[in-house]
């Protein structure tokens, strides 16, 4: 399913299912928890009822471990997002509103993190990981991500809404701009407790004022008969 991300970790993948999903869990709920730098394989072995011989041979390194997890985790979001409907069409595709697309987008990550209670906390907090040991890569991943993304996106939106003179793409790197800062900003707000475990975002305002920018930029560069009139001023 993910071979793109999982190729060059065959003595992994030839585990059993029950095995692999044991030792993917444990590691999202470790480097969830306490982030990249002071996660301890220790307790990820541990949580995965392995030895930490056994991580090395799969993985090599904490850093491939790591750096695996997001792949799949990003794959697995690209997968959930992108999904077909009944009708074998993909049902973000069905809303050419620009915004509302979006609007759909956030929906099925947030369904997702519901369904991977280990996982969300993991792929809340890696794309903003600082360690030097892993900074570059992730920084690497997230561009091509960012990519992918973008052109998938702009399929068959009614772009015609927006005022003249507005760039379409540059308000999608301006949301993206957005929440990003928005995460950030609550990241530092939940600092690690005494056991260095990474406090939960609560991510319901997260979101609250993530819709509250958008709908003030739908309000912005929308042209005036597109615009919903209960939007809030």
Not at 190 to 201: L, N, R, S, T, Y
Request: glycine letters at 6%.
């Amino acid at each position: 399913m993910f071979c793109e991300v999982i190729d060059i970790y065959d003595r992994f993948e030839n585990l059993n299912e029950v095995k692999k999903q044991a030792i993917m869990n444990a590691g999202f709920k470790i480097f969830g928890e306490y982030g990249y730098s002071k996660a301890s394989i220790d307790d990820i072995v541990r949580e995965a009822g392995i030895s930490k011989g056994s991580l090395f041979y799969y993985f090599g390194s904490k850093k491939n471990f790591f750096l695996y997890l997001y792949e799949y985790a990003a794959a697995l979001m690209k997968q959930t997002v992108n999904g077909p409907g009944e009708d074998l069409r993909t049902d973000i595709m069905k809303k050419t509103d620009f915004f509302d697309r979006l609007d759909e987008i956030k929906k099925r990550k947030m369904k997702l993190s519901s369904l991977y209670p280990h996982m969300s906390g993991f792929i809340k907090k890696a794309p903003f990981e600082t360690s030097g040991d892993v900074y570059k890569d992730i920084q690497m991943i997230n561009q091509r991500l960012a990519s992918e993304q973008t052109d998938n996106f702009f399929e068959n939106l009614d772009l015609y809404k927006f005022k003249e003179g507005i760039d379409p793409y540059m308000v999608f790197q301006l949301l993206s701009w957005c929440a990003e800062g928005i995460v950030n900003h609550y990241q530092r707000e939940a600092p690690a407790d005494g056991d260095d475990v990474q406090k939960e975002i609560d991510y319901d305002p997260v979101l609250s004022l993530y819709d509250r920018y958008s709908a003030m930029l739908r309000k912005c560069f929308y042209k005036e008969e597109y615009l919903d009139k209960n939007i809030d001023e």
